[in-house]
């Protein structure tokens, strides 16, 4: 692990924004009666915007402007978490029969490590090396 801060603060991130997720999650699959899938799916997009902005100026202390770029790598990985967690519930909760607020944290825990985290720290808020002179 390069940098254990920076992965210890993207996780806390990650909790606060798993948070918001479960919330909105639990208001789409009880409230609004849609689809586990499709509200993960959602509720996923509402949490990436929580992280985006406690990754960004708190976990990589990333003081750079928002760029589209930027925005436009980190919608990407966002998009892939979604789908991601779509089909992580989709397994767990619906045909594993897992309930589905606890297959969220297992899904959101897995997909973290194996895939989040290191597509925020290389693609989305990967330092610029400096060029040589």
Known sequence: MTNKRQMISAGLGGVASTAADMSVLALLVEGAHLSVPVAAFLASMFGAIV????????????????SAEQLGRFAGVALATAGLMAFGMKLVAVRMGVPYMLAKVLCAASIFVIWTYPAQRRLVFARLQPQPA
Do not use: E, G, H, I
């Open 51 to 66: 992280n985006f902005t406690l990754n960004k100026y708190v976990a990589f202390k990333d003081k750079t402007p928002v």
